[in-house]
């Protein structure tokens, strides 16, 4: 048989290190070590993996941002993933759930149960049907790779009619925009998005299908959610790519201002962050959340002074704001 190989994730040596050799002490197969979520990413696209476990929280990319990334790539839609941390919140529980984790591991670790539970998920069989399911679906694929669209949206509405599913109905999206029959293919996309609220592609296509139709409103709205979602998933090269492309559309929206001022922060390029938030203040100079963005800014710029006037100027538009308020009582305290 095949010997099986684990994938472990963490941005903290020691207690990778530690994970691997209580691992190789259960004898279920091969490690591969992964510094971090990127690590990682680049280890799932260059090697076969049965199986990862990884760390919930780590700086550069959470395992819930890499979770999101891992589950949609088609080639890893069935493949465990387990999320390990010292404790769990109830809305990180929920989110791990929705994204489509394995299972939730409480460190320090009972190795029985860890062994069981890496035993089961390794040897699941998969059933018949599952298996002649997937088969169906690549032959859809490969149909379109040969753009024989007709006979692959046969068998994509086949795929629906036995399991909702949000890559069949991405497909049908992809083809019925093709066809261009916007509307039902507008409706597909919905339909993946329903299925998988993080399915940024389907919210990308949305968007490009509104702009086909001419409706630029709704295409800005819904590649923005898009680029959210990428950034989300720290697929920050995308998200840039997609908000550009609105503004090259000629919108002057706050909302893509305020979002590249983010996208740009999380950059670390505050001098770009900042021209950004300036342009989304020009299109609307009364939003309390745009100046408290800007005095985020000038935070990580190290300029607290800076930082308090705009948080000030946030709180003078909503004095309800609390989190200027809090942000100005940390500088205050020398907390931040």
């Not at 990308?204 to 819904?222: A, C, H, N, P, R």
């Amino acid at each position: 048989m095949e010997e099986k190989t684990i994938l472990i994730v963490d941005d903290n040596q020691e207690s990778l290190n530690s994970l691997d050799h209580l691992i190789k002490t259960f004898g279920l197969g091969k490690t591969l070590l992964a510094n971090g979520g990127d690590s990682a990413w680049v280890i799932l696209k260059h090697a076969k993996v049965d199986c990862v476990i990884c760390s919930l929280n780590m700086e550069e990319m959470s395992g819930l941002s890499l979770l999101k990334i891992f589950r949609q790539d088609d080639a890893f839609i069935s493949t465990p993933f387990f999320l390990f941390n010292e404790v769990f919140t109830k809305v990180k529980v929920i989110k791990a759930g929705q994204i489509g984790v394995t299972g939730l591991l409480v460190v320090p670790f009972e190795e029985e149960k860890l062994k069981r539970k890496l035993d089961t998920a390794l040897n699941m069989v998969q059933e018949p049907v599952v298996q002649k399911t997937q088969e169906i679906f690549e032959q859809g694929l490969k149909l379109m790779e040969d753009k024989e669209y007709e006979k692959a949206l046969v068998i994509f509405t086949s795929l629906v009619n036995q399991k909702e599913n949000p890559e069949y109905y991405f497909n049908i999206g992809f083809i019925k925009t093709y066809q261009a029959k916007y509307i039902e293919a507008i409706e597909a996309f919905c339909m993946a998005a329903r299925l998988d609220r993080y399915f940024a592609r389907a919210y990308e296509e949305i968007g490009k299908v509104y702009k086909l139709m001419g409706d630029t409103e709704k295409s800005e709205k819904y590649m923005q959610q898009a680029a959210e979602i990428y950034m989300d998933t720290d697929k920050i090269g995308t998200a840039e790519a997609i908000l550009n492309e609105i503004l090259e559309s000629g919108s002057d929206s706050m909302n893509v201002f305020n979002t590249l001022g983010v996208l740009y922060r999380k950059k670390g390029e505050p001098e770009v962050a900042l021209k950004h938030y300036q342009k989304a203040l020009k299109v609307h100079p009364d939003e309390s959340f745009i100046y408290y963005n800007i005095g985020r800014v000038y935070l990580d710029m190290k300029d607290t002074e800076k930082a308090i006037e705009y948080f000030k100027k946030s709180l003078e538009i909503d004095p309800d704001f609390d989190d200027s308020k809090q942000a100005i009582k940390a500088i205050e305290l020398g907390i931040i």
